[in-house]
């Protein structure tokens, strides 16, 4: 591939976007203030959203019911969602965007449980590159954890939960205030509600965080280097006295020998949290839907009682 970015440029040129982010939205009128929304502007009452499973315009009220709704499951959601959970909440159109565009994520720095990864961009846009920050939310638990490093590497990455940022404009007009509403944004927290632009409140991944999430899961090199970074860290807290954890950084042979052939397929779970978010359907009404189903011999009905039966097993366990 021709056009991989240079490893030590990456990580100076995710410092300047950071700066550049601030800079623009000092001056910026894309983020309205929560007081502005609350108000006199119709972009609150344009936006849509998929919060609650539906398609609809999101008025100022979802979004304080939202809001309340994190409240209340209190750390469970504010300590971030798994890679699977998140491309799980994702839109379907980010997705196919990064199914068509987004081939590849190299990790160019590691430290104390937080990766910079860059990815590269779509051919449409201005930039070459788009940076993300991964934080994994237990990593502390992931040193204590007994077991080999690879181990609990594994563990972070399909387990546990994570905050992460991208440095597009999607995420930072739109995904970074779900984020921080949400409870798994990295970096800034974004109260400010976003204008309209997009016309979508909606997702948890922009294209580039859905090849992340996915890289991530799968990839045995990223996963080595996570391993590399706990086992640093466990000697530093059997060997007191080194105050800063190690910075490990990816060179460009090694991150060039981590890119697979192909990009990664990218697979996609319900999300599975939902459930917790909205009531569950009860035993009682579960029945009654299979009642109406029970019999048909289309592929349709079919498909739904067997639906029906996996919702009716689920709720059995304990
Ligand atoms: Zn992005």
Redesign the pocket.
Known sequence: MADLPRVGNAIQAANRRRLQELESRRQARVILNPVEVAGKYSAARMLTTTLGGQVRPITPQDLAAFRKAVANLGKKVSQGITAAEALGLSRPADVQRAREEIRYSMVVRLQAGKLQLVTNASAQSRVNR?H?TVEFVQYSAALARPGKPLGAAMWLVKETPLRFE???E??RYFLRYVASAGGWVAGRVEHGYPKLKNPMLAGAC????VRVMTDLQQSGGIRQRIANMIEADRQRIDAPGKARPKVFTVSQQEAEGMLPKRARTIRVQPYQRRATLTPKATAADIRLAMAVYAGKTDAASQAITRALAALAAQQTRP
């Open positions: 788009h993300v991208c440095d597009c999607h995420f922009c294209k580039h965080l």
